[in-house]
């Protein structure tokens, strides 16, 4: 009777095992590699991603390595050019887009899957040790706590204030960031983070932005009801009613190439740039909401816009996305 119980456990226990390592291949099938902008002055031109559509939509986080428009290694090695098709500021996440079809992917949960206490797995590319077909690397921890974030990058504080699920596992290494947080059972549990330190202790922070937090961003990205590519056909006033650089106080690099990115070079004295702290190197990435990919986007763009009114713009600072209203 001993022996049969004996067998009966270890049985039950080796299937578990089985299940267990089951689900979180499957998890890291649908974790991807995102190469991007980098490779200077100590930033890696890496991070992580997850698929969250079988269409080839990809949640990740939005950094300098988005910069350019970056290329995506799948689980199974297949390469692809990824399009950005939205990020938003207030959560420094983005979506990008590949050209592929039938890919297993994570589905975003309208609930939150885990609470204190609760297992949970990390996967990502963190120190680009898969550059192929290799699978992404598994850290398991619990969530230590379910706080909100008070964060900054170097002096500045990130733009998102809201609940995060703070992790016991060391994820804020190079390349982890974007990565996937799941349950138990393999169901999407959150983003990993940025590297951020705390604002009060100055630790390193181990955190995941939850799902259900960024679950109805994502969806309305991959419906097509959020978009920050500049409008098609957009209204141009008169060019002594709209905006222009020289309203704004901007004066950015040179423009030589057709493509070249809105960096500013230099802010003009008592300018409404100026008034908001503006600052050399600073990438104009949104005016208005509108996606500026490059200076003659960002030029036209102005022009739909009358001097009297207000202009919001989104920047990239270093690793930070700030928005700032320059008031004319």
């Not at 299937?15 to 649908?30: F, G, L, N, V």
């Not at 799941?182 to 705390?198: I, N, P, Y």
């Amino acid at each position: 009777m001993t022996t049969f119980l004996l067998f009966v456990f270890l049985a039950n226990t080796a299937s578990a095992q089985t299940s267990a390592h089951d689900w979180a291949r499957t998890a890291q099938s649908k974790v991807v590699k995102v190469y991007g902008a980098g490779g200077m002055k100590g930033l890696e031109a890496y991070q992580s991603g997850f698929l969250v559509s079988p269409e080839g939509h990809i949640a990740t986080a939005w950094s300098y390595v988005l910069d350019v428009e970056p290329i995506v290694l799948l689980d199974d090695g297949r390469r692809f050019e990824a399009e950005i098709i939205h990020f938003e500021p207030s959560l420094e996440i983005a979506v990008l887009k590949i050209d592929a079809s039938a890919l297993p992917y994570f589905e975003l949960p309208k609930i939150r899957e885990v609470q204190w206490g609760d297992p949970v797995l990390a996967i990502s590319n963190l120190f680009n040790i898969a550059t192929g077909d290799e699978a992404a690397s598994i850290m398991q921890g619990r969530v230590a706590s379910i706080a909100s974030l008070d964060a900054r990058s170097g002096t500045l504080k990130t733009p998102y204030r809201g609940e995060v699920l703070v992790l016991d596992l060391v994820a804020n290494n190079p390349g982890a960031a974007g990565g996937a947080v799941v349950s138990a059972d393999g169901k999407l549990a959150g983003m990993l983070g940025k590297e951020l330190r705390d604002s009060a202790t100055g630790v390193w922070l181990n955190y995941a932005l939850p799902a259900d937090v960024f679950r109805k961003t994502i969806g309305d990205i991959i419906a097509g009801r959020a978009t920050s590519s500049a409008a098609a056909k957009e209204p141009q006033l008169p060019r002594d009613r709209s905006h222009n650089l020289q309203t704004l106080g901007l004066v950015l690099v040179p423009d030589v190439l057709e493509t070249t990115p809105a960096f500013v070079d230099r802010v003009v004295t008592g300018s409404p740039a100026e008034e908001q702290n503006l600052r050399p190197d600073d990438l104009i990435l949104l005016v208005s909401g509108q996606r500026t990919e490059n200076q003659r986007l960002l030029k036209k763009r102005l022009r739909s816009i009358d001097r009297r009114d207000d202009v919001t713009v989104t920047i990239q600072r270093d690793n930070d996305i700030l928005t700032v209203v320059l008031k004319p």
